[in-house]
């Protein structure tokens, strides 16, 4: 009997550390992988508003203004409501 009990906990432990020393490999890939991605996300963000930009110069007086006043607006329309006390009353 006590060389069952003995010979269970030796499979426990012995699989509880294989499974910790797997796990720390894992998060390190998963690290890479996570700052690898986030690389490519910064470089598409900069290219996107190198993009915006180039449109922008290409457009003549006029339309910049007209451009400018609609990217206003939506920026207004887009804000989260701030409710009134009057509001939360009705």
């Known amino acids: 009997m006590k060389f069952l009990v003995r010979f269970i906990i030796l499979i426990f432990l012995s699989v509880v550390t294989t499974a910790g020393f797997a796990q720390s490999s894992a998060t390190k890939k998963q690290k890479e992988a996570d700052a690898k991605q986030e690389k490519l996300k910064k470089e598409e963000k900069i290219a996107q508003e190198k ?8 457009q003549d ?9 609609t990217l206003k607006k939506n920026k207004k329309a ?8 009057k509001k939360k009353k009705q």
């Open 51 to 58: 993009g915006v930009k180039r449109h922008w110069k290409g």
């Open 61 to 69: 007086k006029a339309t910049r203004k007209r451009m400018k006043a």
């Open 78 to 85: 887009n804000r989260t409501k701030k409710w009134s006390a």
